[in-house]
Structures are given as structure tokens and as C-alpha cells.
């Protein structure tokens, strides 16, 4: 099993920029996918991001891309989510969230495709 904290959430304004991190425990971590979700009040958790093993395939949802960036530092246990041109729609609790897939040439969009979760980070955009 692994444990995710995530990290870096806060206030921003509309139009700036947050970078919020996942750091994970254990060993093997390059053998997990790893996604982002994020959950904003009265709403259902929906997909923003996910990076394969090595980072060698990233998917993004319709409403961040071009925005947002999902990396990975497997020597740190860390996967990254960098939020530029921030609306005040992207508010909402962030999610880490990972899947045991050794070798995984793809990525889930589905957050039931993932086993593992962490608490989460809040981040709210003002207008």
C-alpha cells in the first residue's frame, strides 16, 4: 500500500497560478499511476489529470488543459499538479490519488479506477 499527503493548496486570484504536490510513502512508487481530482461543494469528485509510471503518457480533462500540468519526480515520490490561469470554477478540494499498474502504458480518468487516496487540499480562486 502507499500513503499520499498532499500539500500547497491556498487563495489565489483569478488569473494566477498554484502548484499543489503529492508526496507518497513506501518504496516502488514508479510503480503506481497517479491522477489528480478535485471536488468543489454540492458537486460529485470529477477527473482534472493523470501521468503513467515514468511520466511518459499524461491526460488532461476538457476544462484544464492547456492550463494545468501534471509531472512526476520518482526519485522524490512526488507528483506535481502546476495550475496557471486559474478561474474561479477550478475552486475546490484536490485530490492525489494512485493505482498499482507496474509497467502501465495508459492512465484512468475514472476515480474508481484508483485504490489508493489522500486527504485532499483546498483550493479556491476569488474573481
Known amino acids: 500500500q502507499v500513503q499520499l499527503v498532499e500539500s500547497g493548496g491556498g487563495l489565489v486570484q483569478a488569473g494566477g497560478s498554484l502548484r499543489v504536490s503529492c508526496a507518497a510513502s513506501?518504496?516502488?512508487?514508479?510503480?503506481?499511476?497517479m491522477g489528480w481530482f478535485r471536488q468543489a461543494p454540492g458537486k460529485e469528485r470529477e477527473f482534472v489529470a493523470a501521468?503513467?509510471?515514468?511520466?511518459?503518457?499524461?491526460r488532461y480533462a476538457d476544462s484544464v488543459k492547456g492550463r494545468f500540468t501534471i509531472s512526476r519526480d520518482n526519485a522524490k515520490n512526488t507528483v506535481y499538479l502546476q495550475m496557471n490561469s486559474l478561474k474561479p470554477d477550478d475552486t475546490g478540494v484536490y485530490y492525489c490519488?494512485?493505482?498499482?499498474?507496474?509497467?502501465?502504458?495508459?492512465?484512468?480518468?475514472?476515480?474508481?479506477?484508483?485504490?489508493?487516496w489522500g486527504q485532499g487540499t483546498q483550493v479556491t480562486v476569488s474573481s
Open positions: 501521468i503513467t509510471n515514468r511520466g511518459g503518457d499524461t
Open positions: 490519488a494512485a493505482d498499482y499498474r507496474p509497467n502501465a502504458g495508459y492512465v484512468f480518468v475514472h476515480g474508481q479506477a484508483y485504490e489508493y
Open positions: 513506501g518504496r516502488s512508487f514508479s510503480n503506481y499511476i
